[in-house]
Every structure is written in structure tokens, then in C-alpha cells.
């Protein structure tokens, strides 16, 4: 959705850090997702947050919100070549289940 | 965590015919059921909420005699794409919520529909 925005692509070295990162304009999101999609593949969750926090942090993967901004960014550590996908982030509203969905990123990596 | 399946992973088709997809959930019972079109390189559409024992609810845009979906039990949701045309050709791909409650929704892992 025209939502949520993202940018489209991203390249990152194998062994870098990769940052994604997504907009947002409704103010009422409680919880925001990121998803990944590899090559004609459903959608995997890899992290949430909700919206009255500011970071969460599993194993590789980073989730900072900026809710003054509606920014939402995933930082992913040691970036490895299986981490090439598209990565989609989305927002809820309290007690819907109703996601909306950015474009999607594509991440490249690359040796 | 939960499981959602779909079938046909692929499904190619004659243009007019009508192609069905189920969605279940493999684990867990879902009164309710979510079902997604993606567009090549594009983000995911919600169509409809799928609701088990009362009728769908489309989205805005979406055609509910074009796109037939039943939840025919607490696991299953099916959605028929009625005389199928090229321009249906896409990614369809359900989900369900999370059965223990939160906001988290378990995707399948989507169907490839071809029309030609």
C-alpha cells in the first residue's frame, strides 16, 4: 500500500550490515512487521515491534521505530548470501488484523 | 509456530475456466482467513477477509463474483477464480492469524496462477 513506503533495492556485501528501511503515515499503527519473501515463496516474519517501543533486537536482526518520524528501519548484521530476498514491512492497527503492506525491498547480497 | 498450507503451489489454466485454491491451516483452527494478491516485483493486496460460517469480506475494488471464497471449515478456505482470464494471472497467497492471540498472521506459501 500507498501507506507504507519503501525504498526499492538494496545491495549490500556479504559480511556488512544491511539497513531497510520503511515510512509510514497512520499514526494509529500498533504493530509493525517485517516480512521476507525469497524467490516465489510465501511471506516469513521475521521480527515485530509494537508501537510504544523504540527497539527490539533478535540474534542478527535490529528493528528501530522512530514514531514521532513513522519510521521504521531493519538493520541485519553479518549479512549473508542467504539473506537475498524481498523484504515487505507492514502495519496493523489495534485489534485489526488487516495488514498494509510497503512495495517491498530487494536485497541483493553480493561476495 | 503455526502452519499454513496452500494447493496448487502452480496452476496453469485455459482462459475461461475456473481455477480453485485452498488454503489450510494445518495445526490450528481459523475463523478467519486472509487472502493476498502480489503482482510481480510489487507489494501484497489484500482481496478479502475470508470469515468461517458468514459471508466474505472483499476490499474495495476487489469483485466478489469474480473471486469466490468459502470457508468451508475451521481449516479451510478456498478461493475460486471464475472464468479466469490473462489478466488474473498473479501470486495468490493466504494467511491466518495467529491462534494464540496478538496481531502476528502465518502466511502460506502462495500460488503461482498462470492464465493463458
Known amino acids: 500500500g500507498e501507506d507504507v513506503e519503501q525504498s526499492l533495492f538494496l545491495s549490500v556485501r556479504e559480511g556488512d550490515s544491511s539497513v531497510i528501511n520503511c515510512t509510514y503515515t497512520?499514526?494509529?499503527?500498533?504493530?509493525l512487521y517485517w516480512y521476507k519473501q525469497e524467490p516465489g515463496a510465501g511471506l516469513q516474519l521475521l521480527t515485530y515491534?509494537?508501537?510504544?517501543?523504540d527497539m527490539k533486537q533478535d540474534q542478527r536482526l535490529t528493528v528501530l521505530l522512530n514514531k514521532k518520524d513513522k519510521h521504521l528501519s531493519l538493520r541485519i548484521a553479518d549479512t549473508q548470501t542467504g539473506d537475498s530476498a524481498i523484504y515487505f514491512c507492514?502495519?496493523?492497527?489495534?485489534?485489526?488484523?488487516?495488514?498494509?503492506f510497503g512495495a517491498g525491498t530487494t536485497v541483493t547480497v553480493r561476495a | 509456530g503455526a502452519v499454513v498450507s496452500q494447493h496448487p503451489s502452480r496452476v496453469i489454466c485455459k482462459s475461461g475456466t475456473s481455477v480453485k485454491i485452498e488454503c489450510r491451516s494445518l495445526?490450528?483452527?481459523?475463523?478467519?482467513m486472509f487472502w493476498y494478491r502480489q503482482f510481480p516485483k510489487q507489494s501484497l493486496m489484500l482481496m478479502a477477509t475470508?470469515?468461517?460460517?458468514?459471508?466474505?469480506?472483499?476490499e474495495q475494488g476487489v469483485e466478489k463474483d469474480k473471486f469466490l471464497i468459502n470457508h468451508a471449515s475451521l481449516t479451510l478456505s478456498t478461493l475460486t477464480v471464475t472464468s479466469a482470464h490473462p489478466e488474473d494471472s498473479s501470486f495468490y497467497i493466504c494467511?491466518?492469524?495467529?491462534?494464540?492471540?496478538?496481531?502476528?498472521?502465518?502466511f502460506g506459501p502462495g500460488t503461482r496462477l498462470t492464465v493463458l
Open positions: 507492514a502495519e496493523t492497527l489495534f485489534n485489526d488484523y488487516k495488514l498494509s
Open positions: 497512520d499514526s494509529s499503527s500498533t504493530y
Open positions: 515491534i509494537f508501537s510504544n517501543m
Open positions: 475470508s470469515n468461517e460460517g458468514s459471508k466474505a469480506t472483499y
Open positions: 495445526d490450528f483452527q481459523a475463523t478467519t
Open positions: 494467511s491466518a492469524p495467529n491462534p494464540s492471540g496478538g496481531n502476528e498472521q502465518f
